[in-house]
């Protein structure tokens, strides 16, 4: 009997997590979701039972169990607490690439973010607040560009609004569904900013049309989908869409508990020259104060500075209010829970038992089924080695993410170092013993670093648009496929005489029954429908006449090179035809 593997997840897994465990390409698990009716992207969360029953599907040897759920350090409470106070709203703004989602923020907060983007594409997560009529409202300026799907889904799940952005002159795109299945997934209420209302082409019934058929109905339409005509360039629109939210927000009674220990959770983090890991969090509920203790996953540390988004220091902030934290002693991970304690002593059991748990987490038992799987894939498939530097941490994640799915059963991407920060020795050091490609993301590259790459011949890329960087690596991947063999078909010989047959050269004549003859080709030569051997044309002749090619209906003979002697008959068939080999891409 074979072995099984036993391999245990929690009860919700992504799907590239899975993957990973399971040693498969994500593309693989991806599509076999597809088959059974489930659309969704490699940082999509399924369940544990759909991860069975994908197992079994796929024909694997291993037994999934569920791993017991933990107390959580902190419980996410619910909108509405009891007994809360009022808090500003949490409004992510998502849209397809180049719908102007950032310059309508520019045009809320007066100042010009999109410039300073690179290619005019939002590479992180911007939080910021800003005032109308008296009242804060929290933004998320999530970026737009497919490759971050895992920022932009994480977004949507912090936030109690979304604002899909659409350009009225382009209508729905893929991103722009994307955001509205993750909004829906989070279970939050979603508006419509029509963009470009000022530009030519914009077609607002059309945009309706297209939103009702996502089950999105507009309200002058009878549904409940608010859909707001607003221009970026011009400012039309905008106070009153920022009523609207108001609106909403008052129709949802967002509240949540304002005193006490801060809880939250981290939404970008990177190291900064002279104040090391710094973290921008989200705070849910209570109230931070520098000089707390504080642990973010598994990140331990005393808030030195608090300051708001802008950079201004705070004294202290409350709940929905996006902050810049310094002080700790390591860098969270985008998405960790962050909570405060009452003392260091507190905060340092807490850390331990986070990087306890995240130490155990990637554990997996093999049996001797998947030892030979592995060493068959590895056998088997091309391997990149990457090195990946990036400048925070959110965008290391959805540089790694985007990067897994690109591997198939034939090649793979191996990251055998990742970071957050500028390229260092250490990095040229190890991709030169690993023979890896080093990328860096909006990372700066020292000379006396570069003078080092130069000489050990280390190829080092760096990007300042994170679409760029994946087509670099899908090009490099593509390279290392093997090329596909194309047999394209020419002709068929009756074979009617048979005048020479030695160990390696047949000389017989015919007639031409389908196509046109052509020399050199390769052949097939069949009797009914068995194929009994392969051969080469050498040698055409219409007549006394040699020839290179011979049309359909006329008598021939040929001259065939063969690898062993074959016995030709009257009435077996020869199919002439060429083979190529062409190029594969992903």
């Given at each position: 009997m074979a072995d099984t593997s036993s391999l245990e997840i929690n009860g919700l897994i992504t799907v590239g997590e899975l993957a990973e465990r399971l040693r498969l390409p994500p593309a693989q698990l991806i599509g076999e979701l597809f088959k059974n009716g489930m659309m969704v992207t490699v940082n999509e969360k399924i369940d544990f039972d759909t991860a069975q029953i994908i197992v079994s599907e796929l024909g694997m040897d291993v037994e999934l169990t569920q791993r017991k759920a933990e107390e959580p350090i902190i419980k996410k409470e619910r909108n509405k607490a009891v007994g809360g106070t009022t808090r500003p709203p949490v409004i992510a703004v998502m849209g397809h690439v180049d719908h102007g989602k950032t310059s309508l923020l520019d045009a809320i907060r007066g100042a010009?973010?999109?410039?300073?983007?690179?290619?005019?594409?939002?590479?992180?997560?911007?939080?910021?607040?800003?005032e109308k009529n008296g009242r804060l409202l929290t933004l998320l300026d999530t970026p737009g560009h497919?490759?971050?799907?895992?920022?932009?889904?994480?977004?949507?799940?912090?936030?109690?609004?979304?604002?899909?952005?659409?350009?009225?002159?382009?209508?729905?795109?893929?991103?722009?569904?994307?955001?509205?299945?993750?909004?829906?997934?989070?279970?939050?209420?979603?508006?419509?900013?029509?963009?470009?209302?000022?530009?030519?082409?914009?077609?607002?019934?059309r945009l309706k049309q297209q939103l009702s058929e996502n089950d999105l109905m507009p309200e002058d339409w009878g549904g409940d989908t608010v859909i707001m005509p607003v221009s970026a360039k011009t400012g039309q629109g905008i106070p009153e869409l920022l009523d609207m939210i108001l609106l909403i927000a008052d129709v949802e009674e967002l509240t949540a508990r304002a005193d006490g220990p801060a809880e939250g959770l981290v939404i970008e983090s990177h190291m900064e020259t002279g104040r090391g890991p710094v973290a921008i969090a989200l705070v849910e509920s209570g109230t931070l104060h520098a000089g707390d203790f504080i642990v973010a996953g598994s990140a331990l540390g005393k808030v030195r500075n608090l300051e708001g988004t802008d950079g201004k220091p705070k004294a202290a902030a409350g709940p929905s209010t996006p902050v810049i934290i310094t002080g700790l002693k390591s860098m969270p991970e985008f998405g960790d829970i962050f909570t405060v304690f009452e003392n260091e002593k507190e905060a340092r059991l807490a850390s331990q038992k986070a990087a306890s748990a995240k130490?155990?987490?990637?554990?997996?038992?093999?049996?001797?089924?998947?030892?030979?799987?592995?060493?068959?894939?590895?056998?088997?498939?091309?391997?990149?080695?990457?090195?990946?530097?990036?400048?925070?941490?959110?965008?290391?994640?959805?540089?790694?993410?985007?990067l897994k799915t690109l591997e198939t059963s034939e090649v793979s991407v191996k990251i055998v170092g990742s970071g957050v920060g500028n390229i260092t020795e250490n990095d040229i050091h190890l991709a030169a013993t690993s023979n890896a490609v080093l990328y860096g993301f909006h990372v700066d590259f020292p000379t006396g670093v570069r003078q080092l790459a130069n000489r050990d011949k280390v190829p080092v890329r760096l990007y300042k648009v994170i679409y760029e960087l994946i087509d670099d690596v899908k090009s490099e991947l593509t390279s290392r496929l093997s090329p596909e063999i194309v047999e394209k078909d020419l002709g068929r010989l009756l074979v009617k005489g048979i005048f020479k047959?030695?160990?390696?050269?047949?000389?017989?004549?015919?007639?031409?029954?389908?196509?046109?003859?052509?020399?050199?080709?390769?052949?097939?030569?069949?009797?009914?429908?068995?194929?009994?051997?392969?051969?080469?044309?050498?040698?055409l002749k219409r007549g006394p006449v040699e020839t290179s090619e011979v049309q359909v209906g006329e008598m021939c003979g040929v001259s065939l090179k063969t690898l062993s002697r074959i016995d030709l008959q009257e009435g077996d068939r020869i199919e002439f035809f060429t083979r190529e080999t062409v190029a594969r891409t992903l």
């Open positions: 010009q973010v999109a410039k300073g983007e690179a290619g005019g594409i939002t590479q992180h997560i911007s939080a910021y607040q800003v497919e490759a971050f799907a895992a920022l932009r889904e994480h977004g949507a799940r912090l936030t109690d609004l979304v604002v899909i952005v659409v350009a009225a002159d382009d209508g729905i795109k893929p991103q722009t569904l994307e955001a509205i299945r993750f909004a829906r997934k989070a279970g939050v209420k979603m508006l419509v900013a029509a963009n470009k209302i000022d530009k030519e082409g914009a077609d607002i019934n130490g155990t987490s990637g554990k997996l038992d093999m049996g001797s089924t998947d030892l030979l799987r592995i060493i068959s894939q590895s056998n088997q498939q091309q391997q990149f080695n990457i090195i990946v530097k990036a400048d925070v941490a959110g965008s290391l994640t959805s540089v790694i993410d985007s047959i030695t160990k390696n050269d047949i000389i017989c004549g015919g007639e031409v029954t389908k196509g046109k003859l052509v020399v050199p080709s390769i052949v097939k030569i069949f009797r009914d429908k068995e194929l009994l051997s392969e051969a080469e044309a050498v040698l």
